[in-house]
């Protein structure tokens, strides 16, 4: 379960770089 623990910490970081990107346009 260790590959869904990382996939799902780099949906987080993926996420927040979108609502950076989201409040920057």
Same mark, same amino acid.
């Given at each position: 379960?260790?590959d869904?623990?990382a996939?799902?910490s /780099? /949906?987080?970081?993926r996420?927040r770089?979108q609502?950076?990107?989201?409040?920057?346009?």
């Amino acid at each position: 379960k260790g590959d869904l623990s990382a996939t799902s910490s /780099m /949906m987080s970081w993926r996420r927040r770089l979108q609502i950076a990107v989201n409040a920057a346009t």
